[in-house]
């Protein structure tokens, strides 16, 4: 049986990259809320022009919305065994919606995993963050350095330019940073330090403290 769990973290954090990888190792999916709504934005779909400006502009899609998005995908089949939650929620009326919404079904979050990491090592991380536009791989060109074959083809996301990261940074200290005492309340909350350590050990790190 594999856990629910949500993933907390400034961006560049390191949440996707763990969550990848618990996801594949756990055998349940990652959902990436982000991920969600930048494939829209490349298919153009209704959505996709929907979320454009609060994307490019690294303000936060509206509560209502994203959760529509979230508790959808929360209902299809692959998630009856567990899941990892990225990027969601950001808000405490987006968790509080996400408690109603799982308690609806006898349901809850069961690990709340926060990787910690200063706002001093966050944007170098953001700058040297870079993607596979084929895979959707993503690598930073210091702490987790792609092939050299494919470093040609990397591209950098439109919000990890610095004009918008420091508005990211001003929104996940505002708005996100307070899910983390919610989640503490809750006694769901794991904190793990995410600085001074490659991918690897944090993953380890990860898997010390999540429940058996
Ligand atoms: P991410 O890939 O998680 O950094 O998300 C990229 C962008 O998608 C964010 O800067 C927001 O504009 C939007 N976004 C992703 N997740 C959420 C969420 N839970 N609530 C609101 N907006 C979100």
């Excluded at 709504?37 to 996709?48: C, I, Y």
């Excluded at 966050?122 to 092939?147: E, H, Q």
């Excluded at 439109?158 to 990261?165: G, I, L, Y």
Aim: some cysteine; proline content about 8%.
């Amino acid at each position: 049986m594999g856990l629910r769990i949500v993933m907390l973290g400034a961006p560049g954090a390191g949440k996707g990259t763990q969550a990848v990888r618990m996801a594949q190792e756990m055998g349940i999916p990652h959902i990436s809320t982000g991920d969600i709504f930048r494939k829209n934005l490349r298919e153009g779909t209704p959505l996709g022009t929907q979320v454009q400006g609060y994307l490019n502009s690294g303000a936060l899609v509206p509560d209502q919305l994203t959760c529509d998005i979230v508790a959808d995908r929360l209902q299809q089949a692959d998630c009856a065994n567990g899941y990892i939650l990225d990027g969601f929620p950001r808000s405490l009326p987006q968790a509080e919606m996400l408690t109603r919404f799982l308690a609806g079904r006898g349901e809850k979050i069961e690990a709340a995993v926060n990787i910690d990491v200063p706002d001093e090592e966050i944007v170098g991380r953001l700058s040297a963050r870079r993607s596979d536009p084929d895979t959707g791989a993503v690598y930073n060109l210091k702490f987790n350095p792609p092939p050299p074959e494919i470093a040609d083809k990397l591209i950098q996301r439109e919000d990890d330019k610095p004009e918008t990261v420091q508005a990211r940074l001003k929104t996940y200290h505002e708005t996100t940073e307070p899910i983390i005492a919610y989640y503490g309340e809750q006694g769901v909350l794991l904190n793990v330090p995410g600085s001074n350590a490659g991918p690897d050990e944090i993953y380890r790190r990860i898997l010390d403290v999540l429940p058996a």
